[in-house]
Protein backbone atom coordinates (compact mmCIF):
# COMPACT_ATOMS: atom_id res chain seq x y z
CA UNK A 1 0.00 0.00 0.00
CA UNK A 2 1.53 3.26 -0.96
CA UNK A 3 0.75 6.41 1.39
CA UNK A 4 2.42 10.17 1.16
CA UNK A 5 5.08 11.38 3.00
CA UNK A 6 3.48 13.69 5.83
CA UNK A 7 5.15 16.23 4.20
CA UNK A 8 3.11 16.05 0.94
CA UNK A 9 -0.28 15.71 2.73
CA UNK A 10 0.12 19.07 5.10
CA UNK A 11 0.52 20.37 1.26
CA UNK A 12 -2.40 18.93 -0.36
CA UNK A 13 -4.91 19.68 3.21
CA UNK A 14 -5.03 23.38 1.38
CA UNK A 15 -7.32 24.21 -1.15
CA UNK A 16 -5.77 24.11 -4.60
CA UNK A 17 -5.60 27.94 -5.46
CA UNK A 18 -5.18 28.79 -8.95
CA UNK A 19 -4.36 32.18 -9.00
CA UNK A 20 -7.74 33.89 -6.77
CA UNK A 21 -9.83 30.90 -7.33
CA UNK A 22 -9.47 27.99 -4.46
CA UNK A 23 -10.92 24.52 -5.20
CA UNK A 24 -11.08 22.41 -2.55
CA UNK A 25 -10.22 19.22 -4.20
CA UNK A 26 -6.36 18.19 -5.47
CA UNK A 27 -8.22 15.65 -7.82
CA UNK A 28 -9.29 16.81 -11.32
CA UNK A 29 -11.29 15.37 -14.18
CA UNK A 30 -9.94 16.23 -17.61
CA UNK A 31 -11.51 17.37 -20.73
CA UNK A 32 -12.53 14.59 -22.89
CA UNK A 33 -13.60 14.90 -26.41
CA UNK A 34 -16.69 13.23 -26.97
CA UNK A 35 -17.33 12.25 -23.06
CA UNK A 36 -16.90 15.06 -20.50
CA UNK A 37 -20.09 16.47 -21.37
CA UNK A 38 -22.74 17.99 -18.99
CA UNK A 39 -24.29 14.71 -18.58
CA UNK A 40 -21.08 12.78 -17.89
CA UNK A 41 -19.93 15.54 -15.32
CA UNK A 42 -22.92 15.83 -13.45
CA UNK A 43 -22.07 11.60 -12.76
CA UNK A 44 -18.59 12.28 -11.97
CA UNK A 45 -19.64 15.45 -9.73
CA UNK A 46 -21.73 13.64 -7.75
CA UNK A 47 -18.44 11.39 -6.02
CA UNK A 48 -16.65 14.19 -6.17
CA UNK A 49 -18.55 17.94 -4.98
CA UNK A 50 -15.80 19.87 -5.23
CA UNK A 51 -13.28 18.99 -8.07
CA UNK A 52 -12.30 21.22 -11.03
CA UNK A 53 -14.36 19.69 -14.03
CA UNK A 54 -13.44 20.71 -17.72
CA UNK A 55 -16.11 20.86 -21.07
CA UNK A 56 -14.49 19.11 -23.98
CA UNK A 57 -11.98 21.43 -25.94
CA UNK A 58 -14.15 24.33 -28.16
CA UNK A 59 -12.71 25.45 -31.34
CA UNK A 60 -12.70 28.97 -31.35
CA UNK A 61 -12.44 29.71 -34.73
CA UNK A 62 -15.78 27.43 -35.25
CA UNK A 63 -17.00 29.56 -32.43
CA UNK A 64 -16.24 32.80 -34.18
CA UNK A 65 -18.35 31.97 -36.85
CA UNK A 66 -21.35 30.56 -35.04
CA UNK A 67 -24.43 32.65 -34.07
CA UNK A 68 -25.33 30.23 -30.87
CA UNK A 69 -23.44 28.90 -28.26
CA UNK A 70 -22.61 25.18 -29.49
CA UNK A 71 -23.66 22.40 -26.97
CA UNK A 72 -20.09 21.64 -25.89
CA UNK A 73 -20.01 24.93 -24.24
CA UNK A 74 -23.34 24.84 -22.03
CA UNK A 75 -23.08 24.62 -17.69
CA UNK A 76 -24.76 23.40 -15.19
CA UNK A 77 -25.63 26.67 -12.91
CA UNK A 78 -24.64 24.48 -9.97
CA UNK A 79 -21.89 22.80 -11.77
CA UNK A 80 -18.89 24.42 -9.67
CA UNK A 81 -15.91 25.00 -10.07
CA UNK A 82 -15.95 24.57 -14.24
CA UNK A 83 -13.56 25.18 -16.64
CA UNK A 84 -14.21 25.34 -20.34
CA UNK A 85 -11.15 24.40 -22.57
CA UNK A 86 -10.27 26.23 -25.66
CA UNK A 87 -8.31 25.71 -28.40
CA UNK A 88 -6.95 27.46 -31.66
CA UNK A 89 -3.94 29.22 -32.96
CA UNK A 90 -5.12 32.55 -33.24
CA UNK A 91 -4.86 34.85 -30.11
CA UNK A 92 -7.89 37.32 -31.14
CA UNK A 93 -10.16 34.49 -31.83
CA UNK A 94 -9.16 33.02 -28.34
CA UNK A 95 -9.88 35.94 -26.45
CA UNK A 96 -13.25 36.43 -28.14
CA UNK A 97 -14.42 33.07 -27.17
CA UNK A 98 -12.76 33.40 -23.79
CA UNK A 99 -15.25 36.15 -23.45
CA UNK A 100 -18.21 34.20 -24.24
CA UNK A 101 -17.18 31.49 -21.77
CA UNK A 102 -16.92 33.51 -18.74
CA UNK A 103 -20.11 35.17 -19.60
CA UNK A 104 -21.85 31.67 -20.03
CA UNK A 105 -20.28 31.05 -16.69
CA UNK A 106 -16.46 29.36 -16.64
CA UNK A 107 -14.75 29.94 -13.60
CA UNK A 108 -11.47 29.53 -15.64
CA UNK A 109 -10.18 29.34 -18.95
CA UNK A 110 -7.91 26.20 -19.93
CA UNK A 111 -6.13 26.98 -23.28
CA UNK A 112 -5.77 23.29 -25.32
CA UNK A 113 -1.76 23.04 -26.72
CA UNK A 114 -1.63 19.09 -25.82
CA UNK A 115 -3.93 17.70 -28.55
CA UNK A 116 -1.77 15.54 -30.49
CA UNK A 117 -4.56 15.19 -33.22
CA UNK A 118 -3.83 15.87 -37.07
CA UNK A 119 -6.63 17.61 -37.54
CA UNK A 120 -5.88 20.04 -34.90
CA UNK A 121 -2.37 20.31 -35.11
CA UNK A 122 -2.20 21.02 -38.88
CA UNK A 123 -4.28 24.14 -38.45
CA UNK A 124 -1.54 25.23 -35.66
CA UNK A 125 -3.89 24.55 -32.22
CA UNK A 126 -3.40 21.77 -29.55
CA UNK A 127 0.18 20.20 -29.11
CA UNK A 128 1.41 22.10 -32.46
CA UNK A 129 1.55 25.28 -30.44
CA UNK A 130 4.64 23.26 -28.40
CA UNK A 131 6.41 24.05 -31.36
CA UNK A 132 5.86 27.74 -31.26
CA UNK A 133 6.23 28.88 -28.07
CA UNK A 134 6.23 32.38 -28.86
CA UNK A 135 2.76 32.47 -30.34
CA UNK A 136 1.64 30.07 -27.36
CA UNK A 137 2.12 33.28 -25.35
CA UNK A 138 1.04 35.03 -27.28
CA UNK A 139 -2.15 33.47 -27.08
CA UNK A 140 -2.15 33.34 -22.92
CA UNK A 141 -1.23 37.15 -22.92
CA UNK A 142 -4.25 37.64 -25.06
CA UNK A 143 -6.65 35.58 -23.45
CA UNK A 144 -5.34 37.01 -19.91
CA UNK A 145 -6.04 40.42 -20.96
CA UNK A 146 -9.39 39.65 -22.37
CA UNK A 147 -11.13 38.09 -19.00
CA UNK A 148 -11.49 38.30 -15.60
CA UNK A 149 -11.28 34.82 -14.39
CA UNK A 150 -7.68 32.73 -14.03
CA UNK A 151 -6.79 31.11 -17.15
CA UNK A 152 -4.41 27.59 -17.19
CA UNK A 153 -2.77 25.77 -19.97
CA UNK A 154 -2.78 22.11 -20.50
CA UNK A 155 -0.16 20.69 -22.76
CA UNK A 156 2.66 18.25 -23.25
CA UNK A 157 6.17 17.39 -21.77
CA UNK A 158 7.34 17.99 -25.57
CA UNK A 159 6.22 16.88 -29.52
CA UNK A 160 8.75 14.55 -29.67
CA UNK A 161 11.13 11.91 -27.46
CA UNK A 162 14.02 14.08 -29.43
CA UNK A 163 12.21 17.19 -28.73
CA UNK A 164 11.09 17.90 -25.06
CA UNK A 165 10.39 21.55 -23.89
CA UNK A 166 8.52 20.82 -21.41
CA UNK A 167 10.95 22.96 -18.50
CA UNK A 168 11.42 26.24 -21.11
CA UNK A 169 7.65 25.64 -22.55
CA UNK A 170 5.97 26.18 -18.75
CA UNK A 171 8.07 29.04 -17.77
CA UNK A 172 7.02 30.86 -20.65
CA UNK A 173 3.14 29.74 -19.97
CA UNK A 174 4.00 30.93 -16.37
CA UNK A 175 5.87 34.32 -17.16
CA UNK A 176 2.32 34.69 -19.86
CA UNK A 177 0.54 35.15 -16.95
CA UNK A 178 -1.31 31.28 -16.83
CA UNK A 179 -2.11 30.59 -13.29
CA UNK A 180 -1.72 26.71 -13.25
CA UNK A 181 -0.45 24.28 -15.48
CA UNK A 182 -1.36 20.81 -16.13
CA UNK A 183 0.92 18.77 -17.50
CA UNK A 184 0.07 15.47 -19.91
CA UNK A 185 3.75 13.51 -19.47
CA UNK A 186 3.95 12.08 -22.95
CA UNK A 187 5.15 13.70 -26.15
CA UNK A 188 3.19 14.16 -28.77
CA UNK A 189 4.51 11.61 -30.75
CA UNK A 190 3.03 8.94 -28.43
CA UNK A 191 -0.13 10.24 -28.56
CA UNK A 192 -1.73 7.95 -26.05
CA UNK A 193 0.56 4.77 -25.98
CA UNK A 194 3.57 3.50 -23.93
CA UNK A 195 3.86 5.10 -20.00
CA UNK A 196 3.51 8.80 -18.92
CA UNK A 197 6.92 10.17 -18.05
CA UNK A 198 6.24 11.33 -14.57
CA UNK A 199 9.50 12.69 -13.75
CA UNK A 200 9.46 15.64 -16.23
CA UNK A 201 6.68 16.65 -14.63
CA UNK A 202 8.57 16.37 -11.22
CA UNK A 203 10.94 18.56 -12.71
CA UNK A 204 8.30 21.48 -14.29
CA UNK A 205 6.76 21.30 -10.64
CA UNK A 206 10.40 22.49 -9.10
CA UNK A 207 10.88 25.40 -11.04
CA UNK A 208 7.17 26.54 -11.86
CA UNK A 209 5.70 28.98 -8.85
CA UNK A 210 1.73 28.10 -10.75
CA UNK A 211 0.16 25.76 -9.35
CA UNK A 212 1.12 22.06 -11.81
CA UNK A 213 -0.86 19.50 -11.70
CA UNK A 214 0.33 16.04 -13.23
CA UNK A 215 -1.79 14.20 -15.97
CA UNK A 216 -1.59 10.50 -17.34
CA UNK A 217 -1.97 6.76 -16.60
CA UNK A 218 -3.53 8.63 -13.07
CA UNK A 219 -6.18 5.31 -13.04
CA UNK A 220 -6.41 4.48 -9.21
CA UNK A 221 -5.79 5.67 -5.68
CA UNK A 222 -2.33 3.70 -5.80
CA UNK A 223 -1.32 5.35 -9.18
CA UNK A 224 -2.23 8.89 -7.98
CA UNK A 225 -0.56 8.59 -4.45
CA UNK A 226 2.83 7.54 -6.60
CA UNK A 227 2.61 10.04 -9.06
CA UNK A 228 2.02 12.60 -6.13
CA UNK A 229 5.01 11.45 -4.71
CA UNK A 230 7.14 11.16 -7.68
CA UNK A 231 6.22 14.77 -9.22
CA UNK A 232 5.36 16.63 -6.18
CA UNK A 233 2.49 18.06 -7.98
CA UNK A 234 -0.33 20.21 -6.58
CA UNK A 235 -2.66 17.97 -7.54
CA UNK A 236 -3.92 14.87 -10.48
CA UNK A 237 -6.30 15.03 -13.04
CA UNK A 238 -7.79 11.68 -14.27
CA UNK A 239 -8.58 10.95 -17.26
CA UNK A 240 -8.83 7.94 -19.32
CA UNK A 241 -9.60 5.97 -15.88
CA UNK A 242 -12.97 7.87 -15.67
CA UNK A 243 -14.18 6.22 -19.26
CA UNK A 244 -17.01 4.25 -17.93
CA UNK A 245 -15.99 4.62 -14.29
CA UNK A 246 -16.96 8.08 -13.37
CA UNK A 247 -16.29 7.03 -9.76
CA UNK A 248 -12.68 7.49 -9.90
CA UNK A 249 -12.27 11.03 -9.18
CA UNK A 250 -14.08 10.99 -5.99
CA UNK A 251 -12.32 7.96 -5.08
CA UNK A 252 -9.18 9.72 -4.79
CA UNK A 253 -10.86 12.73 -3.74
CA UNK A 254 -12.28 10.88 -0.53
CA UNK A 255 -8.60 8.84 0.18
CA UNK A 256 -6.72 12.49 -0.16
CA UNK A 257 -9.12 14.22 2.28
CA UNK A 258 -9.44 11.05 5.06
CA UNK A 259 -6.80 8.53 4.39
CA UNK A 260 -9.93 6.10 4.08
CA UNK A 261 -11.23 4.09 0.97
CA UNK A 262 -14.57 4.75 -0.32
CA UNK A 263 -16.23 1.06 -1.20
CA UNK A 264 -15.66 0.16 -4.88
CA UNK A 265 -18.60 0.07 -6.51
CA UNK A 266 -19.90 -3.45 -7.79
CA UNK A 267 -20.44 -4.45 -10.87
CA UNK A 268 -24.59 -3.87 -9.95
CA UNK A 269 -23.72 0.09 -8.98
CA UNK A 270 -22.00 0.30 -12.55
CA UNK A 271 -24.18 -0.81 -14.73
CA UNK A 272 -26.70 1.19 -12.65
CA UNK A 273 -24.77 4.28 -13.36
CA UNK A 274 -24.44 2.69 -16.76
CA UNK A 275 -28.37 3.22 -17.34
CA UNK A 276 -28.84 6.10 -15.75
CA UNK A 277 -25.88 7.69 -17.96
CA UNK A 278 -27.96 6.42 -21.15
CA UNK A 279 -30.77 8.12 -20.19
CA UNK A 280 -29.58 11.09 -19.02
CA UNK A 281 -27.51 11.53 -22.70
CA UNK A 282 -31.07 10.35 -24.29
CA UNK A 283 -33.10 13.41 -22.66
CA UNK A 284 -30.13 15.71 -23.37
CA UNK A 285 -29.15 14.79 -27.25
CA UNK A 286 -32.19 12.60 -28.00
CA UNK A 287 -31.48 10.24 -31.22
CA UNK A 288 -27.48 11.71 -30.70
CA UNK A 289 -27.17 10.83 -27.30
CA UNK A 290 -27.65 7.32 -28.07
CA UNK A 291 -25.15 7.04 -30.74
CA UNK A 292 -22.77 8.59 -28.01
CA UNK A 293 -23.99 6.69 -25.39
CA UNK A 294 -22.82 3.39 -27.31
CA UNK A 295 -19.16 3.83 -26.50
CA UNK A 296 -19.49 4.84 -22.47
CA UNK A 297 -21.91 1.36 -22.58
CA UNK A 298 -19.33 -0.60 -24.04
CA UNK A 299 -16.70 1.32 -21.64
CA UNK A 300 -18.87 0.45 -18.22
CA UNK A 301 -19.36 -3.50 -19.29
CA UNK A 302 -16.32 -5.26 -17.73
CA UNK A 303 -14.83 -7.12 -15.45
CA UNK A 304 -18.23 -9.45 -14.65
CA UNK A 305 -19.12 -13.04 -15.95
CA UNK A 306 -21.56 -11.96 -19.45
CA UNK A 307 -19.76 -8.81 -19.68
CA UNK A 308 -18.10 -9.08 -23.08
CA UNK A 309 -21.63 -10.21 -24.98
CA UNK A 310 -23.42 -7.16 -23.06
CA UNK A 311 -20.76 -4.82 -24.14
CA UNK A 312 -21.25 -6.45 -27.93
CA UNK A 313 -24.49 -6.08 -27.73
CA UNK A 314 -24.57 -2.25 -26.00
CA UNK A 315 -22.44 -0.88 -28.73
CA UNK A 316 -25.25 -1.41 -31.41
CA UNK A 317 -28.45 -0.17 -29.40
CA UNK A 318 -30.47 2.21 -32.03
CA UNK A 319 -33.12 3.22 -29.11
CA UNK A 320 -32.85 4.39 -24.99
CA UNK A 321 -35.40 1.15 -24.79
CA UNK A 322 -33.07 -0.89 -26.39
CA UNK A 323 -30.26 -0.13 -24.03
CA UNK A 324 -32.62 -0.43 -21.09
CA UNK A 325 -33.69 -3.43 -21.40
CA UNK A 326 -30.31 -4.89 -22.05
CA UNK A 327 -28.91 -3.03 -18.75
CA UNK A 328 -32.29 -4.42 -16.63
CA UNK A 329 -31.78 -8.20 -18.04
CA UNK A 330 -28.25 -7.98 -16.95
CA UNK A 331 -28.64 -6.40 -13.60
CA UNK A 332 -31.18 -8.99 -12.90
CA UNK A 333 -29.07 -11.51 -13.46
CA UNK A 334 -25.75 -9.96 -11.60
CA UNK A 335 -28.47 -9.63 -8.89
CA UNK A 336 -29.71 -12.93 -8.67
CA UNK A 337 -25.85 -14.45 -9.27
CA UNK A 338 -25.14 -12.11 -5.71
CA UNK A 339 -28.09 -13.31 -3.71
CA UNK A 340 -27.33 -17.41 -4.63
CA UNK A 341 -23.92 -16.49 -3.44
CA UNK A 342 -25.19 -15.42 0.01
CA UNK A 343 -27.43 -17.96 0.39
CA UNK A 344 -24.66 -20.73 -0.32
C1 LIG B 1 -11.13 10.24 -25.95
C2 LIG B 1 -10.18 11.31 -25.48
C3 LIG B 1 -10.52 12.64 -25.63
C4 LIG B 1 -9.67 13.65 -25.18
N1 LIG B 1 -10.05 14.95 -25.31
C5 LIG B 1 -9.28 15.94 -24.78
C6 LIG B 1 -9.69 17.30 -24.81
O1 LIG B 1 -10.77 17.65 -25.32
N2 LIG B 1 -8.85 18.22 -24.28
C7 LIG B 1 -7.65 17.88 -23.71
O2 LIG B 1 -6.93 18.75 -23.21
N3 LIG B 1 -7.24 16.61 -23.66
C8 LIG B 1 -8.03 15.63 -24.17
N4 LIG B 1 -7.62 14.33 -24.07
C9 LIG B 1 -6.37 14.00 -23.35
C10 LIG B 1 -6.65 13.68 -21.87
O3 LIG B 1 -7.27 14.76 -21.21
C11 LIG B 1 -5.37 13.29 -21.12
O4 LIG B 1 -4.46 14.34 -21.21
C12 LIG B 1 -4.71 12.02 -21.66
O5 LIG B 1 -5.68 11.03 -21.94
C13 LIG B 1 -3.66 11.46 -20.70
O6 LIG B 1 -4.19 10.97 -19.51
P1 LIG B 1 -4.46 9.37 -19.29
O7 LIG B 1 -3.19 8.65 -19.57
O8 LIG B 1 -4.87 9.28 -17.83
O9 LIG B 1 -5.57 9.00 -20.20
C14 LIG B 1 -8.44 13.31 -24.57
C15 LIG B 1 -8.08 11.95 -24.45
C16 LIG B 1 -8.92 10.96 -24.89
C17 LIG B 1 -8.53 9.53 -24.72
Known amino acids: ?15 LRIGNLAVNSRVLQSPLSGVTDLVFRRLVRRYAPDSM ?15 QLPKLMEIDPHERPISIQLFDCRPDFLAEAAQKAVAEGADTIDINMG ?7 KKGGGSSL ?12 SV ?16 SEQDINAIEFAQRMEAAGAKMLTLHGRTRSQGYNGAADWNWIAKVKAVLSIPV ?4 DIVSV ?6 LEVTGADGVMCSRGTLGYPFLVGEIDYFLKTGARLPAPSPVDRLQCAREHLVMLWDYKGDRGIRQARKHMAWYA ?7 ELRNQLTLIESVDQGVELLDGAIDRLVAVESNQSLN
Open 302 to 308: KDFPGAA
Open 1 to 15: MVTLSSALQTDLSQP
Open 115 to 121: CPVNKIT
Open 53 to 67: MYTEMVSASELHHMR
Open 144 to 159: VAAVDVPVTVKTRIGW
Open 130 to 141: LRQPELAEEIVR
Open 222 to 227: ESALRC
Open 213 to 216: IANG
